[in-house]
């Protein structure tokens, strides 16, 4: 197996955990997270590991029950890049149950994650998919 793959595998596995730690210390200095939702076209953007572990506390507080199934795992080694594609389920603050299809491109440096890039398919809501259906 790979060693980026096996990182990308314990990567999900920490994120299951909530284990910030243990996330981290896969972490560059210099790394970079880009969330899925924010103010600009990349969503938001966390530069340098404190910042990161900032971006990463936002999400398990804004899904304290998230979890990340389904798990696949895509790697080119030459590249030192990996993606993991994944269902993630949650509970958003008003209750309501996020279930939506996801990845994170992850590009890596002697061992270590120096930008994680995360992206969630739009679930829109049933009042919204009567009114764009093409008819």
């Known amino acids: 197996m790979s060693h980026i793959r096996e990182m990308l595998g314990e ?3 920490a994120f299951n955990a909530h284990d910030l730690d243990r996330i981290m210390t896969a972490f560059a200095d ?3 997270l880009e969330m899925p939702k924010g103010p600009h076209a990349w969503g938001a953007r966390f530069e340098g590991k404190h910042a990161v572990r900032q971006g990463l506390a936002s999400r398990f507080e804004g ?3 998230v979890h990340y199934a389904d798990q696949e795992h895509f790697v ?3 590249q030192q890049t990996g993606i993991s ?3 993630l389920t949650g509970t958003i603050g008003d209750g309501r149950r996020l279930e939506v299809r996801g990845c994170d491109f992850y ?3 002697n061992g270590k994650v120096t930008r994680k890039d995360s992206y969630w398919k739009i679930v829109e809501g049933a009042h919204d998919r009567d009114r764009t259906a093409p008819s």
Do not use: G, V
Request: aromatic content about 12%; some cysteine.
């Open 11 to 13: 990567l999900c596995e």
């Open 30 to 32: 210099d790394c970079i």
């Open 63 to 65: 899904l304290p029950d």
């Open 76 to 78: 080119d080694e030459a």
């Open 85 to 87: 594609k994944w269902m």
């Open 107 to 109: 590009t890596f440096r």
